[in-house]
């Protein structure tokens, strides 16, 4: 499987960004998908998970009412809306589905004035 994330950039503090992940070469539409952030020199952290169909989602604390995961099956892709977006949202994002040993390149996210 592959997955490639785009939409990453630099932001402002209070701004947007939409990141998407596209899935190739195994069957989306039944796996549960993740997106992790990792920071210099901080530890991996799960932001966001969604199940197969999308009716199962969850947040870290740290993103809860901010930041919104969706996914579109018919086009393999998983997203991830982040708004009101903070300097500690700084990371690199990656999509994934671990348990099937899948992870994206990751897209950069810096969030600066």
């Known amino acids: 499987g592959q997955l490639v994330e785009s939409g990453g950039g630099l932001v402002q503090p209070g701004g947007s960004l939409r990141l998407s992940c596209v899935a190739s070469?195994?069957?989306?539409?039944?796996?549960?998908m993740r997106w992790y952030r990792q920071a210099p020199g901080k530890d991996r952290e799960l932001v966001a998970r969604?199940?197969?169909?999308?009716?199962?989602?969850n947040y870290a604390d740290s993103v809860k009412g901010r930041f919104t995961i969706s996914r579109d099956n018919a086009k393999n892709t998983v997203y991830l809306q982040m708004n009101s977006l903070k300097p500690e949202d700084t990371a690199v994002y990656l999509c994934?589905?671990?348990?099937?040993?899948?992870w994206g390149q990751g897209t950069q996210v810096t969030v600066s004035s």
């Open positions: 070469a195994f069957t989306f539409s039944s796996a549960t």
């Open positions: 969604i199940s197969s169909i999308g009716v199962g989602i």
């Open positions: 994934a589905n671990p348990l099937r040993g899948y």
